[in-house]
């Protein structure tokens, strides 16, 4: 997921200032109270760096993204922001590339449940719906699906929102 076991980011209007916090290993932790005029400015230049207009919030609907390379390490980021009575709250999600390629043996499955899940992918055509909270490997499950699935004899459509990472010879929408 994101740095170690952080997955998001928050930058929050409250009342009197802005609130940072993150989510790790699912659980929201606040980190520090920044002033109104400071935590504005912080929320502007994350809009600037996904490439939005910092002026403006970006629509509920739209996110943004981007990728960083703190100390060689690529770290692709989603922000999204959503107004809010106080003013508005900026969301940046964090996705590390490379933790996130993993085989169907890394999740955790035991023999069984691992023997299902292949004889799902080896049926001819249907649909495997996935759900879970935030954080949960959701998105990393169903990439590690499809490269599975993905040897060139087949054409493979997904549908998702949002599209978080690139696979090759995959049609995405």
């Given amino acids: 997921m994101g740095s170690g076991t952080t997955s998001d980011l928050f930058i929050s ?3 009197q200032s802005v609130s940072v916090s993150i989510r790790r290993l699912g659980r929201v932790e606040h980190i520090r109270k920044l002033t109104r005029d400071y935590g504005r400015r912080f929320q502007r230049h994350a809009r600037a760096l996904a490439g939005g207009d ?3 919030m970006l629509p509920p609907t739209q996110e943004k993204g981007i990728t960083i390379t703190p ?7 989603r922000l999204s922001s959503m107004p809010t009575l106080h003013g508005q709250d900026v969301s940046i999600r964090l996705f590390d590339p490379v933790s996130s390629v993993r085989s169907l043996n890394e999740f955790g499955y035991d023999a069984t449940e691992l023997e299902m899940i292949r004889e799902l992918l ?3 055509s249907g649909l495997i719906l996935i759900s879970g909270p935030v954080a949960s490997d959701k998105s990393s499950t169903i990439y590690v699906m499809v490269d599975e ?3 060139g004899s087949r054409k493979i459509h997904t549908l998702e929102d949002p599209i ?4 090759s010879g995959v049609i995405r929408s």
Avoid at 71 to 77: Q, S
């Fill in 122 to 124: 080896r049926q001819p």
């Fill in 149 to 151: 699935l993905n040897g």
């Fill in 54 to 56: 910092p002026s403006e």
């Fill in 13 to 15: 209007d409250d009342e």
């Fill in 164 to 167: 978080e990472h690139s696979i």
């Fill in 71 to 77: 100390n060689g390490r690529e770290i692709d980021l």
